[in-house]
């Protein structure tokens, strides 16, 4: 029972936008910095944003994170094949004192 | 550039201590914080604690009570130890360093089943 939620699935058509949000509370999001990872099938996570909205070198410009309050968002443009992936969002928790994350967004591109 | 590699057995019976390794390679221990992620089948992920170099740690208040993170900088190798296993506890067990406050370097995993 992850304390930051987001939706269970999105899809678009390629070369579309998708918006993925993650809800939480001022104990995490609103108070600590928002990660993204992407996860591929049958593969390990990948660092996305960190710092709410800051990318990895190496991560496409494609990929964009924003907060506001105690959600947070991460836009894909130009929806391609190979961003169907699992989406998870994570931060500190003050309240547990332990870092958390999403409940996973499931990306399909139609 | 820095590798991680988890290793350890894939089968562990319940009741039993679950032991885990992570060998990091292109790059020392002795610096950041190194951390376990679990992911049962088909479901999301779950923080289970990290490890600084100097060896201080924090857990998942929720697996506390039955985990151990140890760090041996001599062998630039970090472990996990989770006590009295249940079926709830298979999963696929990652171990990452730490990357701008956040788990950012990761293991490609490895698979833990709890049976008897």
């Known amino acids: 029972q992850s304390v930051l939620t987001q939706p269970p699935s999105v899809s678009e058509a390629p070369r579309q936008r998708v918006t993925i949000s993650c809800s939480g509370s001022s104990s995490n999001i609103g108070n600590n910095a928002v990660n993204w990872y992407q996860q591929l099938p049958g593969k390990a996570p990948k660092l996305l944003i960190y710092?709410?909205?800051l990318l990895p070198s190496g991560v496409s410009d494609r990929f964009s994170g924003s907060k506001s309050g105690t959600s947070a968002s991460l836009a894909i443009s130009g929806l391609q094949s190979e961003d169907e992936a699992d989406y998870y969002c994570a931060a500190w928790d003050d309240s547990l004192n332990g870092y958390v994350f999403g409940t996973g967004t499931k990306v399909t591109v139609l | 550039q820095v590798q991680l590699q988890e290793s350890g057995p894939g089968l562990v019976k319940p009741s039993e201590t679950l032991s885990l390794t992570c060998t990091v390679s292109g790059g020392s221990i002795s610096s950041y914080y190194w951390s376990w992620i679990r992911q049962p089948p088909g479901k999301g992920l779950e923080w289970i604690g990290y490890?600084?170099?100097?060896?201080?740690?924090n857990y998942n208040p929720s697996l506390k009570s039955r985990v151990t993170i140890s760090v041996d900088t001599s062998k630039n190798q970090f472990s996990l130890k989770l006590s009295s296993v249940t079926a709830a506890d298979t999963a696929v067990y990652y171990c990452a360093r730490e990357v701008n406050g956040t788990p950012g370097v990761w293991g490609k995993g490895t698979t833990v089943t709890v049976s008897s």
């Open positions: 490890i600084y170099y100097s060896g201080s740690t």
């Open positions: 710092y709410d909205d």
